[in-house]
């Protein structure tokens, strides 16, 4: 269980937030429950999530699902995800969330966004 404020809770450098960027803290498992993700999201205009993560099988999962059910276009970067399990990592990204999103990997990902190329 990670608890805010512990090391493990931390955000790494590489993906810190710029000056002015906001920061979703969740609580849950779906990163939109008992958050203002959706609010952010839509007062900003973003209708395409990328999506990335640690355990493909929770909070990944979770987040295609519930993004999926709010109208969200959305893109899974492949190789910015994972599991403890490689069998069920790989099974969810091409069978499961490939129904609900354009699963691609990083070089892959300007090229999947809308009026982007790569």
Known sequence: MMVAGSECAAIHPAAAAREGEPIVVKHR?????????????????????????????????????????????LVVVRDCCADPDADVHAMLLDVVIAKQAAVVTMAELAGALPGRSA
């Open 29 to 73: 498992i779906s990163p939109f429950v008992g958050t203002d993700l959706e609010t952010l999201l839509r007062a900003n205009g973003i209708d395409t999530p990328v999506l990335a993560g640690v355990h493909t099988s929770g909070v990944v999962l979770s987040a295609v699902r519930h993004a999926g059910d709010l109208d969200y276009r």
